[in-house]
């Protein structure tokens, strides 16, 4: 009898540790393959749409500064912020709202700590901007100042993540993670020259933000044409899904529009920037920037199939 109950007592604890000996191979496994094809688009994404969103908030903020449409200003910057803040929070622990996983890699990690470090400072300064609904001079030096070292460390974090996709959910198609790394960054482009001509009509740093806005703007038109037609030198195949290349054509349709305003503003004899120019630049760049973000989602559509 006893030799019949410890018998029946070593079995239930070999069914136990094999059961869990299952379990836990089957949890690594999961946790060694990574985030799904689908997932990487949604980080390359949303990670790309964060640099865009550190040019929106400084955009907003310059046309505060210069009393352009001030109250639906105030609005738009109040929900960039927030949806900056939710995001990179997102980035670091997931997010079901956002449908991203939470990032595992450490390399990655580390460069999260580094954006969250200026965030910290940049976000108290965009907090004051809506509580006060004025932007003082000091306040379009500091963010002029802060704006750029935090896309650049959001643009690592891109980098990252595109190297990561290309090592696990994307692998199969290295260059689709390039096309919406760089159709990603296209959205940030759009509102990086806007905020640039709002600066030089704002007269800061007046040459040096001319010639930012010339190169900005030089940028997005080289890599329109590359995302359609393939550019090797900044790794983009061409694009040959037709739905796709339908919508770039709408984003070139809108860039034919507003190139004349940026390029304006960006030639050295320009001297001063009027009121209705300012107001005709906050009315197109955000059609510019939706159907550019338009373009993205398809990209990111094509890594899930």
């Known amino acids: ?18 059961f ?7 949890l690594n496994n999961a946790f060694a393959a990574g985030p ?12 790309g749409k964060q640099r865009m969103l550190t040019q929106k908030m400084s955009k907003e903020i310059m046309l505060i500064a210069l009393n352009e449409d001030k109250d639906k200003n105030i609005i738009n910057l109040t929900n960039t912020s927030n949806l900056f803040d939710k995001t990179l929070d997102g980035l ?62 959001m643009n690592k974090a891109v980098g990252l993540y595109e190297k990561d996709a290309k090592k696990g959910g ?5 260059g689709l993670a390039a096309t919406i790394n760089l159709s990603g960054k296209q959205r940030m482009l759009t509102q990086k020259m806007s ?6 009509a704002y007269n800061h740093d007046f040459e ?23 550019d090797d030198s900044l790794g983009l195949p061409p694009t040959k899904t037709p739905h796709i290349v339908k919508q770039l054509a709408v984003v070139n349709k ?17 001297k001063q920037i009027t009121k209705d120019k300012i107001s005709l630049l906050a009315n197109k760049n955000l059609p510019l920037l939706k159907e550019m973000n338009k373009a993205v989602g398809l990209y990111e559509k094509e890594s899930n199939k």
Do not use: C
Not at 36 to 44: I, K, Q, R
């Open 36 to 47: 799904t094809s689908a997932e990487y688009g949604t980080v390359l994404n949303l990670s």
């Open 208 to 230: 040096n933000n001319k010639l930012g806005l010339l190169e900005t703007y030089t940028l997005f038109e080289r890599t329109l044409k590359g995302l359609k037609d393939g």
């Open 195 to 200: 905020k640039e001509f709002l600066l030089v």
């Open 92 to 153: 670091r622990n997931g997010s079901d709202d956002l449908h991203l996983p939470a990032t595992t890699k450490k390399r990655i990690l580390r460069q999260l700590d580094k954006i969250e470090k200026i965030w910290k400072n940049f976000y108290p300064t965009v907090k004051s901007i809506i509580a006060s609904g004025n932007v003082s001079a000091e306040q379009v030096a500091l963010v002029a100042e802060q704006n750029l070292p935090l896309l650049k460390q």
């Open 254 to 270: 809108l860039w034919v529009e507003f190139k004349p305003i940026v390029e304006f503003a960006a030639n050295y004899k320009t």
């Open 20 to 26: 869990s000996f299952v379990y836990l191979v089957s």
């Open 1 to 18: 009898m006893q030799f019949l109950n410890l018998k029946k007592s070593l079995i239930r604890t070999l069914s136990i540790l094999v």
């Open 170 to 174: 994307l692998k199969g198609d290295p």
